[in-house]
Antibody, heavy 120, light 112 residues
Framework: QVQLQESGPGLVKPSQTLSLTCTVS??????????WSWIRQHPGKGLEWIGY???????YYNPSLKSRVAISIDTSKHQFSLKLNSVTAADTAVYYC????????????WGQGTLVTVSS | QSALTQPPSASGSPGQSVTISCTGT?????????VSWYQQHPGKAPKVMIY???KRPSGVPDRFSGSKSGNTAFLTVSGLQAEDEADYYC????????????FGTGTKVTVL
């Protein structure tokens, strides 16, 4: 059973960089067939796709966040990471990592989510 | 790629059916069959219920079904049960030139 677990600071100051890591267990992060994605959900709101990465390092980002986002992957650690710079209160959200099946383009496994609050 | 449009709420009595719509454009829902639906209970991560418009993952009850017509996709929950009360989100792929994904605005399903 594939499991994903987000980790990182729950509080980030405005203008700083939000950094989260997703650790994958129960399946290989370096096998083809999947993308590794970040999604966020503002409090009481809907889901917003941030971007995803392939094991080769190819990345795809939401245009609205593209200038501030970087997703990377470390296959040796079975992890992929999110960095979002120049954060504001509008970036306060629950951040989820998820696996995307590349042949069907749906999110089949999700982490439990982690709340990140941007505040001084 | 803009958010897909869903009705904010839907409801039905136990045993009844409810259908949720998800309206996109000819560049996403209308162009590709990569439409999926997610169920989210309060404080929990989303769970996929339907993928590729109408396919059910293993373990999802056959009370859940999906379809598509033009630029609009539909999720139908038949034989409503109390545990079906949740938020439901659609998602659609919009192609690499559209930078990939959009989610729907979400629909709160209430079992009366």
């Amino acid at each position: 059973q594939v499991q994903l677990q987000e980790s990182g600071p729950g509080l980030v100051k405005p203008s700083q960089t939000l950094s989260l890591t997703c650790t994958v267990s129960g399946g290989s992060i370096s096998s083809g067939g999947y993308y590794w994605s970040w999604i966020r959900q503002h409090p009481g709101k809907g889901l917003e796709w941030i971007g995803y990465i392939y094991y080769s390092g190819s990345t795809y980002y939401n245009p609205s966040l593209k200038s501030r986002v970087a997703i990377s992957i470390d296959t040796s650690k079975h992890q992929f990471s999110l960095k979002l710079n120049s954060v504001t209160a509008a970036d306060t959200a629950v951040y989820y990592c998820a696996r995307v099946v590349s042949s069907t383009l749906h999110f089949d496994y999700w982490g439990q989510g982690t709340l990140v609050t941007v505040s001084s | 790629q803009s958010a897909l449009t869903q009705p904010p709420s839907a409801s039905g009595s136990p045993g009844q059916s409810v259908t949720i719509s998800c309206t996109g454009t000819s560049s996403d829902v209308g162009r590709y069959n990569y439409v999926s639906w997610y169920q989210q209970h309060p404080g929990k991560a989303p769970k996929v219920m339907i993928y590729e418009v109408s396919k059910r993952p293993s373990g999802v009850p056959d009370r859940f079904s999906g379809s598509k017509s033009g630029n609009t996709a539909f999720l139908t929950v038949s034989g409503l049960q109390a545990e079906d009360e949740a938020d439901y989100y659609c998602s659609a792929y919009g192609g690499s030139n559209n930078d990939n994904y959009a989610f729907g605005t979400g629909t709160k399903v209430t079992v009366l």
